[in-house]
Nanobody, 123 residues
Framework: QVQLVESGGGLVQAGGSLRLSCTAS????????MGWFRQAPGKEREFVAA????????HYADSVRGRFTISRDNAKNTVYLQMNSLKPEDTAVYYC????????????????WGQGTQVTVSS
């Protein structure tokens, strides 16, 4: 079992940047794949990005590819989401997720979830 806590959300103008962090605690010795999802009001939760335990494999949703970068620092038990060139449609609650199994190239099915952090992009 693992606990996830997100941070770094806030209000930014369109075209700006923001970096989200997710710190894991608990069974951090387990080789979890990590990912980010987001959910806007009235919409389904959607996949954003995923990264393997080693960091050697990443996958992005088409809507964020080229603008967002996922990375991780296992020594700090932390995964990051660097968001550049933000657009108003990026506004959502962003959730960190961990999975026991992940097939690179596909979206990640989360086994554990954080509480979410709000990202608001003004036009």
């Amino acid at each position: 079992q693992v606990q996830l806590v997100e941070s770094g959300g806030g209000l930014v103008q369109a075209g700006g940047s923001l970096r989200l962090s997710c710190t894991a605690s608990g069974r951090t010795f387990t080789s979890y794949a990590m990912g980010w999802f987001r959910q806007a009001p009235g919409k389904e939760r959607e996949f954003v990005a995923a990264i393997s335990w080693s960091g050697g494999h990443t996958h992005y949703a088409d809507s964020v590819r080229g603008r967002f970068t996922i990375s991780r620092d296992n020594a700090k038990n932390t995964v990051y989401l660097q968001m550049n060139s933000l657009k108003p449609e990026d506004t959502a609650v962003y959730y960190c997720a961990a999975a026991n199994f992940w097939v690179p190239g596909s979206s990640l099915a989360g086994d554990y979830w954080g509480q979410g952090t709000q990202v608001t992009v003004s036009s």
